[in-house]
Protein backbone atom coordinates (compact mmCIF):
# COMPACT_ATOMS: atom_id res chain seq x y z
CA UNK A 1 0.00 0.00 0.00
CA UNK A 2 1.65 3.18 -1.13
CA UNK A 3 1.02 6.40 1.37
CA UNK A 4 0.66 10.03 0.21
CA UNK A 5 2.49 12.79 1.90
CA UNK A 6 -0.48 14.38 2.86
CA UNK A 7 -1.39 10.94 5.16
CA UNK A 8 2.43 10.97 6.63
CA UNK A 9 2.54 14.10 7.60
CA UNK A 10 -1.34 13.97 9.54
CA UNK A 11 0.43 11.12 11.16
CA UNK A 12 3.25 12.53 12.37
CA UNK A 13 1.08 15.87 13.61
CA UNK A 14 0.85 15.48 17.46
CA UNK A 15 -0.78 12.56 18.69
CA UNK A 16 -2.88 12.21 21.39
CA UNK A 17 -0.82 10.75 24.73
CA UNK A 18 -1.48 7.53 25.91
CA UNK A 19 -1.94 8.59 29.48
CA UNK A 20 -4.43 10.78 28.33
CA UNK A 21 -7.19 8.55 26.53
CA UNK A 22 -10.42 7.88 27.43
CA UNK A 23 -10.38 4.25 27.03
CA UNK A 24 -14.28 4.10 27.67
CA UNK A 25 -14.89 6.75 24.63
CA UNK A 26 -12.65 4.32 22.23
CA UNK A 27 -14.38 0.88 23.90
CA UNK A 28 -17.33 2.76 22.08
CA UNK A 29 -16.09 1.66 18.89
CA UNK A 30 -16.59 -1.14 16.40
CA UNK A 31 -13.57 -0.90 14.52
CA UNK A 32 -10.11 1.22 15.10
CA UNK A 33 -6.92 0.63 12.93
CA UNK A 34 -3.76 -0.07 13.97
CA UNK A 35 -0.87 1.26 12.30
CA UNK A 36 2.76 -0.76 12.56
CA UNK A 37 5.42 -0.54 10.41
CA UNK A 38 6.54 -3.24 7.79
CA UNK A 39 10.12 -4.53 7.70
CA UNK A 40 10.83 -2.46 4.54
CA UNK A 41 9.69 1.09 6.35
CA UNK A 42 6.24 1.48 4.71
CA UNK A 43 3.39 2.24 7.49
CA UNK A 44 0.45 -0.86 7.17
CA UNK A 45 -2.43 0.29 8.41
CA UNK A 46 -5.31 -2.28 9.29
CA UNK A 47 -8.50 -2.16 10.99
CA UNK A 48 -9.14 -4.40 14.17
CA UNK A 49 -11.44 -4.96 16.75
CA UNK A 50 -10.98 -3.57 20.22
CA UNK A 51 -11.92 -4.17 23.92
CA UNK A 52 -11.09 -1.97 27.13
CA UNK A 53 -10.34 -3.92 29.88
CA UNK A 54 -8.67 -2.76 33.60
CA UNK A 55 -8.04 0.68 31.85
CA UNK A 56 -5.80 -0.74 28.88
CA UNK A 57 -7.22 -1.46 24.98
CA UNK A 58 -6.65 -5.00 23.95
CA UNK A 59 -6.34 -6.34 20.64
CA UNK A 60 -6.21 -10.00 19.52
CA UNK A 61 -5.10 -11.61 16.42
CA UNK A 62 -3.95 -14.36 14.47
CA UNK A 63 -0.27 -14.72 12.76
CA UNK A 64 -0.69 -11.61 11.23
CA UNK A 65 1.71 -9.26 9.36
CA UNK A 66 0.79 -6.49 11.62
CA UNK A 67 2.24 -9.00 14.45
CA UNK A 68 5.51 -9.76 13.25
CA UNK A 69 5.89 -5.75 12.90
CA UNK A 70 4.91 -5.09 16.56
CA UNK A 71 7.00 -7.84 17.54
CA UNK A 72 10.18 -6.23 15.60
CA UNK A 73 8.77 -2.89 17.13
CA UNK A 74 6.32 -2.53 19.18
CA UNK A 75 5.47 1.36 19.25
CA UNK A 76 2.36 2.03 17.46
CA UNK A 77 -0.08 4.13 16.47
CA UNK A 78 -3.66 3.64 16.78
CA UNK A 79 -6.08 5.48 14.56
CA UNK A 80 -9.43 6.30 16.44
CA UNK A 81 -11.91 8.46 14.47
CA UNK A 82 -9.45 11.32 13.28
CA UNK A 83 -7.51 11.04 16.35
CA UNK A 84 -4.15 9.14 16.31
CA UNK A 85 -2.87 8.19 19.66
CA UNK A 86 0.77 6.78 20.11
CA UNK A 87 1.04 3.51 22.03
CA UNK A 88 2.90 0.72 23.26
CA UNK A 89 1.39 -3.18 22.27
CA UNK A 90 2.59 -5.91 24.42
CA UNK A 91 1.78 -9.27 23.84
CA UNK A 92 0.26 -11.06 26.24
CA UNK A 93 0.66 -14.88 27.04
CA UNK A 94 -1.26 -15.17 30.46
CA UNK A 95 -4.11 -17.39 30.30
CA UNK A 96 -6.33 -15.29 32.50
CA UNK A 97 -6.06 -11.99 30.31
CA UNK A 98 -6.09 -14.13 27.62
CA UNK A 99 -9.70 -15.73 28.50
CA UNK A 100 -11.09 -12.43 30.14
CA UNK A 101 -9.96 -10.83 26.19
CA UNK A 102 -12.15 -12.95 24.44
CA UNK A 103 -14.91 -13.12 26.73
CA UNK A 104 -14.87 -9.35 26.13
CA UNK A 105 -14.38 -9.17 22.38
CA UNK A 106 -17.83 -11.95 22.47
CA UNK A 107 -19.49 -9.71 24.69
CA UNK A 108 -18.91 -6.49 22.42
CA UNK A 109 -18.68 -8.44 18.85
CA UNK A 110 -21.35 -11.65 19.85
CA UNK A 111 -22.36 -13.74 16.85
CA UNK A 112 -19.95 -12.39 14.87
CA UNK A 113 -17.09 -12.91 16.88
CA UNK A 114 -18.08 -16.58 17.65
CA UNK A 115 -18.58 -17.14 13.67
CA UNK A 116 -14.77 -16.03 13.27
CA UNK A 117 -13.51 -18.17 16.19
CA UNK A 118 -13.83 -20.98 14.24
CA UNK A 119 -10.67 -20.00 12.30
CA UNK A 120 -8.65 -19.23 15.38
CA UNK A 121 -8.70 -22.27 15.90
CA UNK A 122 -4.43 -22.44 15.36
CA UNK A 123 -5.02 -19.91 18.28
CA UNK A 124 -4.55 -16.01 18.83
CA UNK A 125 -2.58 -13.90 20.24
CA UNK A 126 -3.61 -11.13 22.73
CA UNK A 127 -1.98 -7.65 22.65
CA UNK A 128 -2.45 -4.55 25.10
CA UNK A 129 -1.85 -1.54 24.67
CA UNK A 130 -0.57 1.27 26.88
CA UNK A 131 1.67 4.15 26.78
CA UNK A 132 5.18 4.51 25.36
Same mark, same amino acid.
Given at each position: ??????????????????????? *????? *??????????????????????????? !???? =?? &? !? +????????????? =?????????????????????????????????????????????? &? +?????? &???
Amino acid at each position: MKWSLALILALAAAPALADAIDW *QSVAS *QDVVRIITVDPDGELREKKVWIAVLDG !NGWL =RT &G !N +SRWLANIRRDPDV =RLRVGERVLELRAEEVGDADACAAVDAAMRAKYGWTDRMLGVFRWR &G +SHVLRL &GPR
